[in-house]
């Protein structure tokens, strides 16, 4: 507001003053320096009510455009139930609705609420038994967990339970085969010595009988021959295996390949 008393939009005035230091509407002079301009509060005021008025009537006539039929401009009264769509009067009597129902909107609004209602009640009907469901399932799911944890320990356990079986009964197997062998070659061991002693014996008897065998006189033959069996060096017999000596011998497939291992608790 000017010293005139004269009010103007502020960024307006100053532009203008700008220009002319004078009142633009009674020419009044205005001074170029320290001149306030106060704000005139009962104008803005007024403004502002004439501003938030058009801005209601603005919001107001979008509404009202809603509920405007956008064929005939008529406010929309009736539903029709063929359709189901909001009408007006107009197209009530048009050819496009002949022969169809209709109902004033709260009678129409009535059953269409009860149908919604029930069908909330059924969706959260469905909810709830879905919930279940899904509460029982996760129960399940860790009951699964459970057991299968339960059982991979269990398991665990026997595999352990069968190695130390396993290793305690290769030790056994191990320490019976290892008496058997020494069994086994200690009786090897004496039957190969008592041959070695046959043996060195067979070949003195041998030498003996060589000797007397080179006599070609009958009388000194036959004196040697009897001195030698006096003194038990030697004896003639008729079996074939004169001379001769039976040996068992051994092999160690006789205890071992026959063995059987036998893995019992």
């Known amino acids: 507001m000017l010293l005139c008393g004269h009010s103007f939009c502020r960024e307006c005035i100053n532009r203008s003053l700008s220009a002319q230091h004078q009142c633009p509407q009674c020419r009044a002079d205005i001074p170029e320096k320290g001149t306030c301009l106060p704000t005139n509060h009962s104008l803005k005021s007024l403004v502002e009510k004439e501003v938030d008025k058009q801005r209601r009537e603005h919001e107001n006539v979008k509404e009202v455009d809603d509920w405007l039929c956008h064929e005939h401009e008529e406010r929309l009264k009736l539903f029709c139930v063929t359709d189901q769509q909001l009408v007006c009067i107009i197209c009530r009597d048009g050819e496009k609705h002949q022969g169809h129902k209709f109902k004033p909107l709260k009678e129409a609004a009535a059953p269409l609420r009860e149908k919604l209602e029930a069908y909330v009640k059924h969706i959260a009907d469905d909810i709830n038994a879905t919930e279940k469901l899904a509460n029982t399932q996760r129960e399940e799911i860790a009951k699964t967990k459970d057991k299968a944890q339960q059982l991979t320990t269990q398991i665990s356990s026997q595999f352990k339970e069968m190695h130390q079986f396993l290793l305690k ?65 030697m004896k003639v017999t008729s079996s074939s295996s004169c001379g001769r000596r039976c040996f068992r011998s051994f092999s160690p497939e006789q205890n071992f390949c026959h063995s059987k291992v036998a893995l019992t608790t």
Do not use: P
């Open 169 to 233: 009964r290769e030790d056994e197997i191990k320490n019976d085969l290892k008496h058997k062998e020494e069994n086994t070659l200690e009786e090897m061991s004496e039957t190969l010595k008592t041959m070695e002693t046959a043996l060195t014996e067979s070949r003195v008897l041998e030498e003996s009988v060589a000797c007397v065998l080179e006599i070609t006189d009958s009388e000194r033959f036959i004196k040697s021959w009897t001195e030698n069996k006096g003194e038990g060096r």
